[in-house]
């Protein structure tokens, strides 16, 4: 095991490019049983974060206990957050990982504060907070019942099978906060799967894991994001995914397609020539340049070619093209506790047709 920066804000000479500095950093550590990992345990400062009131998300507030993630999908559009730090987006990303670990004591001081509102916060928008290394800094427990303590509804959106050991803390924290439950299986080919998302459970593994919150009372909705061109999006794989899903007791089905966003797609486009070579002319056809997004004609394409596949299987879907439903939680304990967006209170006081959601 190595130790690194005991001392707070001390540079350490011999640290990574841009952690020597890193705010907070109080060592980092390599254990053998993450081989190739590096762990940079930081104090932090705040543990929320407000979303940009530019930003086209349901939610102002998100909580990431980690940066970095483990799980390594080669399309992550987290990737270019890591240089912020020095770190490339490509492998520092994967094996790099920052990881917060007073974040409960510290979201604990900021929920008691009499400004905060109790407005829905979403785990897992960035960096997914049941990675690999969840499983080591056992983050998430502590964080799930600050929320719920205070009377703050959350969400969690995962590709960590991980996520079955807090099912039981998680079933009575529901009985005091609504609790959203979201799963990611965008491949569901084992050998693409293991290609693509080499540090992820199987999509078995999350359809089991969909399984056991269903079981456990929640509604469980499943992101096939993203849909890769010419890879996942025939209909026979959609359909037979989507017959998986199904069978595994989802409710709910969230679909766009791929997305490459700055810091990325370089990364993205390395791995398609070494496993994909033959796809790279469609590919650079349909994300030229700094095109971040698949043509809308593709989108189009995508969306008419799963919808009736999804109404075939009796599931509810929307498009990440939709319009998003902002959560107001009508079973709140108390009126003080109506919870909505900043951006969506004054929305939330006509009369809706259905309650709004957030999956």
């Not at 804000?9 to 990992?37: C, H, K, W, Y």
């Not at 009499?114 to 960035?126: F, M, Y």
């Not at 010419?230 to 409710?251: F, I, Q």
């Not at 790279?280 to 340049?289: E, K, Q, T």
Request: some cysteine; overall charge positive.
């Amino acid at each position: 095991m190595r130790w690194q920066g005991q001392e707070l804000g001390v540079a350490d000479d011999n640290a990574l490019p841009g952690m020597e500095q890193l705010d907070g950093l109080v060592r980092s550590v390599t254990t053998p049983e993450f081989a190739g990992i590096t762990f940079h345990e930081v104090a932090a400062k705040s543990a929320l974060n407000h979303v940009p009131r530019s930003s086209s998300m349901p939610f102002d507030w998100t909580i990431n206990p980690y940066r970095g993630c483990t799980h390594a999908c080669v399309y992550c559009f987290a990737r270019g957050t890591h240089e912020y730090l020095d770190l490339d987006a490509g492998k520092d990303f994967d094996s790099q990982i920052v990881v917060k670990v007073n974040v409960d004591e510290v979201l604990r001081r900021e929920l008691a504060k009499p400004s905060w509102k109790r407005e829905h916060v979403a785990l897992g928008t960035n960096t997914d907070p049941y990675q690999r290394a969840e499983g080591r800094y056992k983050l998430m427990p502590g964080i799930s019942t600050a929320l719920a303590e205070s009377g703050t509804p959350f969400s969690i959106l995962t590709k960590g099978s991980l996520l079955r050991r807090d099912l039981p803390l998680l079933k009575r924290l529901h009985d005091q906060v609504p609790i959203s439950i979201a799963m990611s299986i965008a491949v569901y080919d084992d050998e693409l799967q293991q290609a693509i998302e080499p540090g992820t459970p199987t999509a078995q593994a999350r359809l089991d894991t969909v399984r056991a919150a269903t079981d456990a009372g929640f509604s469980v909705s499943v992101f096939m994001m993203p849909v890769l061109p010419h890879l996942t999006d025939s209909p026979e794989a959609l359909d037979a995914a989507l017959a998986r899903v199904k069978a595994a007791g989802a409710s709910r089905v969230v679909h766009g397609a791929l997305h490459l966003r700055p810091g990325v797609k370089p990364w993205f486009m390395r791995w398609l020539a070494r496993e994909h070579p033959e796809l790279l002319p469609a590919y650079r056809g349909l994300y030229p340049g700094a095109s971040v997004n698949a043509p809308q004609a593709y989108r189009t394409m995508l969306s008419q070619r799963i919808r009736p596949l999804i109404r075939s299987h009796r599931l509810d879907g929307r498009d990440d093209q939709d319009p998003w439903r902002r959560p107001s939680f009508a079973t709140a304990p108390a009126p003080a506790r109506i919870i909505t967006t900043a951006r969506g209170r004054a929305a939330a006081t006509a009369p809706a047709p259905e309650p709004a959601r957030l999956f």
